[in-house]
């Protein structure tokens, strides 16, 4: 993710733990190799009009957070939190919560 998140000069960020609670398609604890900046992920797909979507948002959550979210809890305090949506792998967007870009 060089480029979109803003945890360090040299983001490099590495999938720790899936979440499956059945929200998104795919969504996963990640840390930041360079730094430890750990982030939520939640990517979805859809296609409108013949044209495919993927997006991708990146939430900015503590240590603590990620360990709670690894047992299995605390995903709901990012409904109305700040996150960098990554749309199509290219447009980055601040946006708030999991609502449509």
């Not at 979440?19 to 998104?24: A, H, K, V």
């Not at 700040?82 to 601040?94: E, F, K, M, P, Y």
């Amino acid at each position: 993710m060089r480029g979109h998140l803003d945890c360090c000069a040299d983001v490099e960020v590495e999938q720790v733990r899936e979440i499956s609670e059945g929200f998104r398609e795919d969504e996963w604890v990640c840390r930041c190799r360079q730094c430890g900046q750990y982030w939520f992920s939640s990517r979805w797909n859809e296609s409108l009009g013949g044209r495919k979507l993927e997006e991708v948002r990146y939430f900015r959550i503590t240590s603590a957070e990620a360990e709670k979210m690894m047992r299995g809890s605390v995903r709901g305090l990012l409904e109305h939190r700040d996150a960098i949506a990554v749309l199509n792998g290219s447009t980055v967007r601040r946006v708030r919560g999991f609502g449509p870009v």
